[in-house]
């Protein structure tokens, strides 16, 4: 079974950026590349939300409204690694940030699409 390990997280001020991490491993014979990956987060109280897709190859990608122009989804597929890049951070991005892969890309996702999830790395924009 493939694990997914989000890393990146922290504390960083409004207006500041950050870069998120999610290494894929084991599941020998599994290919990274066989995966559309995407990015959701979930802020305490709130159900989990859709942030960010993209496809195998990273030729096509799909942005939430509220992320739209800020944030950067892409992957290097000789690393097994999907990355988020954000920008221009605000305080309502504060969140547990997951990622997770689909056999299939669709541009956007519902968390019931998945299975199971991470533990994600926490993402806290302070104002």
């Known amino acids: 079974q493939v694990q997914l390990v989000e890393s990146g997280g922290g504390l960083v001020q409004a207006g500041g950026s950050l870069r998120l991490s999610c290494q894929a491993s084991?599941?020998?014979?599994?290919?990274?590349?066989?995966?559309?990956m995407v990015w959701f987060r979930q802020a305490p109280g709130k159900e989990r939300e859709f942030v960010a897709a993209?496809?195998?190859?990273?030729?096509?990608?799909y942005y939430a409204d509220s992320v739209k122009g800020r944030f950067t989804i892409s992957r290097d597929n000789t690393k097994n690694t999907l990355y988020l890049q954000m920008n221009s951070l605000k305080p309502e991005d504060t969140a547990v940030y997951y990622c997770?892969?689909?056999?299939?890309?669709?541009?956007?996702?519902?968390?019931?699409?998945?299975?199971?999830w991470g533990q994600g790395t926490q993402v806290t924009v302070s104002s």
């Open positions: 997770n892969e689909h056999p299939h890309y669709s541009g956007r996702f519902n968390p019931t699409d998945f299975g199971s």
């Open positions: 084991g599941a020998s014979g599994r290919t990274f590349t066989n995966y559309a």
């Open positions: 993209i496809n195998w190859s990273g030729a096509y990608t």
